[in-house]
């Protein structure tokens, strides 16, 4: 078995998390939107169903989980799971906490012209502070 490589994009746009036991948890840079991003830690997926059965019930358990503990922590009044992949074919499971109100509500994030913009240092480290703690991580 080949070692569990990140898409070089997904690595470019996010901060690692930390790790679940099948997924890399990734913050997506961007203060518009608290975003998380699952990566199983498998090599040659690209669809949900590539994952074997064992694996594909551990991801949706993780994303549920995930998901959950990210909505207490952001206050989140929708969120939003999608698994779409037309840039990035590695599999990756978006988790984006929405806001009535915010920027592109209720329309999609993607395409919807609001630039990614960086999340200061101060609030990029507070927010990895808060989700390593929610998720449980080291």
């Not at 961007?30 to 498998?42: D, E, G, K, Q, T």
Request: glycine share 6%.
């Amino acid at each position: 078995m080949s070692a569990f490589l990140l898409n070089p994009q997904l690595a470019a746009d996010t901060t690692p998390v930390g790790d679940l036991a099948l997924c890399r948890v990734l913050l997506m840079n961007n203060h518009h939107f608290p975003w998380l991003i699952l990566v199983p830690m498998r090599e040659g997926l690209c669809e949900l169903f590539d994952l074997n059965p064992t694996d594909y019930q551990t991801a949706m358990q993780e994303v549920r989980d995930t998901a959950q503990k990210f909505a207490a922590i952001t206050g989140a009044d929708k969120m939003n799971i999608a698994a779409l992949g037309n840039m990035v074919p590695q599999l990756h499971i978006h988790i984006i906490a929405r806001y009535a109100g915010d920027s592109t509500w209720p329309n999609p994030v993607w395409g919807a012209g609001v630039k990614p913009e960086a999340y200061a240092p101060d609030a990029l480290a507070l927010m990895l502070e808060k989700t390593i703690q929610s998720l449980a991580l080291k």
